[in-house]
């Protein structure tokens, strides 16, 4: 559209607009085209409708309307205002973490694996992880680095709150269960 206003009534101006609308919408990252557009304007023409409001009686003899405007703008227009919002406050709680403790690598012992054929059993104390509680409540386990390292996840936590390394390289987990802090595990190998 070259010109920058256009008026109310002239030729084709409802699909000038639309046109426009729809430009500054996507302009703005809503995908919006002009077919949705004009369901819109239906709908609000039907709105007035109902509420007994002829919607070109109220409009007057000429209109002129810059498609520059801003939205607080058209709304003046209207005969309204958009409402604003505050920002909301966020209050975010860090907690103090040592990465030394998360990122440490604990080496499982070799009395704690048993392998048979195919599979490894493996015991692990976790009784004194205090993100783990007792019935594995929101704990995944995730076989990382290849296979080799076995890391524990907490629901709600971006990184593994222990990683094991596990000695050899497995498949996948095929079973765990957490009783009393003691993780068994039986894993493919």
């Known amino acids: 559209m070259s010109e920058k206003r256009f008026t109310a009534g002239g030729d084709d101006w409802e699909e000038k607009l639309l046109e426009q609308l ?5 302009d703005m990252g809503m995908k919006m085209d002009t077919a949705q557009l004009k369901t819109m304007m239906d709908q609000i023409r039907s709105q007035f409708e109902t509420m007994g409001l002829d919607p070109e009686k109220m409009a007057g003899e000429k209109i002129e309307l810059n498609l520059e405007a801003t939205m607080n703008d058209l709304a003046k227009m209207m005969g309204a205002n958009l409402p604003t919002k505050e ?5 975010v709680k860090t907690e103090e973490v040592s990465e030394s403790d998360n990122e440490k690598l604990i080496p499982v012992s070799e009395d704690d694996i048993y392998i048979n054929d195919d599979e490894m059993i493996l015991t692990i104390d976790c009784s004194r992880v205090d993100e783990i ?3 594995g409540e929101g704990v995944e386990f995730i076989l990382t680095n290849g296979g080799s390292v076995l890391s524990v996840m907490k629901e709600g936590r971006p990184k593994p709150v222990r990683k094991y390394n596990i000695g050899k390289v497995v498949k996948s987990i095929d079973e765990w269960s957490l009783n009393n802090g003691i993780l068994d595990m039986t894993l493919k190998i």
Not at 22 to 26: A, L, P, R, T
Not at 87 to 91: K, L, T
Request: aromatic share 8%; proline share 8%.
């Open 133 to 135: 509680d007792d019935g």
């Open 87 to 91: 920002p909301a406050a966020v209050e």
């Open 22 to 26: 729809s430009k500054m919408f996507n």
